[in-house]
């Protein structure tokens, strides 16, 4: 059993910065994609940005050339970094695993943009 834990969650001002942070408790090594979604107030859970297993990334056009994800295998460590926030970037940021066909979720964490 995978379990997730996500951190780096917070309030920041428009044109600020976050970074967050996902571990997983399994070894993730033979993960097929790691992924990073979020889902604000009365609006449906949308993929923010995923990496495949071998490197290669897609990102929601709304936060292209801004967030930036990345992972550690070694650390059993996913991240995403976010640049350049805007407040309609808050929402309740959540990560996903993919290993060996099954969906894993973080618990998520609140990312608020405000001046």
């Known amino acids: 059993q995978v379990q997730l834990v996500e951190s780096g969650g917070g309030l920041v001002q428009p044109g600020g910065s976050l970074g967050l942070s996902c571990r997983a408790s399994g070894i993730i090594f033979r993960f097929n994609s790691m992924g990073w979604y979020r889902q604000a107030p009365g609006k449906q859970r949308e993929m923010v940005a995923r990496?495949?297993?071998?490197?290669?990334?897609n990102y929601a056009d709304s936060v292209k050339g801004r967030f930036t994800i990345s992972i550690e295998v070694t650390k059993n460590t996913g991240y995403l970094q976010m640049n350049s926030l805007k407040p309609e970037d808050t929402a309740v940021y959540y990560c996903n695993y993919i290993i060996d066909g099954i969906n894993y979720w973080g618990q998520g964490t609140q990312v608020t943009v405000s001046s």
């Open positions: 990496i495949i297993n071998g490197g290669s990334t």
